[in-house]
């Protein structure tokens, strides 16, 4: 495990080429792109964390990262089943995520969701290399 804060390791994950093409989304700088992420990132784990805590979102949050942490490592970047796993856990808070991130950020909520398409993978990505550590 990683004492990184997710957000980093999820915006080097990013890249510049991932982080223009949020920022063209959003109509703004890379700067407030990166801003888009670390919300969204924080949202994205505050909500889940709020999710576990409902009955059966803790089992369900369980299963799936125990799921990811049992694949093997991936063969071909980010397109594995443990990242799938935990993406679908994701996908569930993405539209709470993308309205916070665009009230907090000033943003169109459709503008962040369309951001989300892209930060959720590869935040999926990220938590099930962790879950494998």
């Known amino acids: 495990m990683t004492d990184r804060p997710l957000k980093d390791e999820v915006l080097d994950e990013l890249g510049d080429d991932r982080l223009d093409d949020i920022a063209g989304l959003l109509h703004a700088d890379a700067d407030a792109a990166r801003h888009v992420v670390s919300g969204s990132v924080a ?34 970047g980010a397109d594995t089943v443990g990242s799938e796993l935990v993406g679908a856990v994701l996908g569930k808070v993405a539209e709470p995520a993308a309205r916070a ?31 494998r550590a």
Do not use: H, N
Request: some cysteine; overall charge negative; aromatic content about 0%.
């Open 43 to 76: 949202s994205l784990t505050g909500v889940l964390t709020d999710d576990s805590l409902t009955p059966g979102g803790t089992a369900e949050l369980c299963q799936a990262i125990a799921q990811a942490a049992m694949e093997p490592e991936p063969r071909s």
């Open 101 to 131: 991130v665009a009230k907090k950020q000033g943003l169109p909520v459709e503008a962040v969701a369309g951001a989300l398409e892209i930060i959720l993978p590869v935040t999926a990505t990220v938590l099930a290399r962790r879950a």
